[in-house]
């Protein structure tokens, strides 16, 4: 069993597809034990992100996920890592396959409508980041 963290981001929640989206996380055998939806400020974006600080697109990165509410989940369930990738599909649209999130759901690779933790060890300092452990569920 493994948990990951997931972003459903500001230009997923304005096409108010929310539900869409979670429900193509249970429906493939994750289960959501904590969730909440958030505005985040500069700085926590800016931490959220700062192992992308030194590449150009950080700071457009950074503009887009304070652009509006994102929807914060931990997602459990066995391989949940590579599990929650393959279903968000390539981090850029064009390029993910059909029937993932970012092929449904995304326009571009700014906007590409969520964001999963890439390896164990980053799904548990990202989990950190926005839960505290009595905030998760099984
Ligand atoms: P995410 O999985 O949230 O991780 C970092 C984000 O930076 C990524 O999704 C993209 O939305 C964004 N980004 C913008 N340009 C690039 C790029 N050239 N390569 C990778 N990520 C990019």
Known sequence: MQKTLSIIKPDAVKKNVIGKILDRFESNGLKIVAMKKIQ?????????????KDKPFFEDLVKFMISGPVVVSVLEGEDAVFKNRELMGATNPKEAKAGTIRADF??????NAVHGSDSLEN???EINFFFKTDEIYK
């Open 123 to 125: 799904a548990e300092i």
């Open 40 to 52: 985040l400020n500069q700085n926590q974006a800016e931490e959220f992100y700062q192992i992308h």
């Open 106 to 111: 995304a326009e571009n690779i700014d906007a």
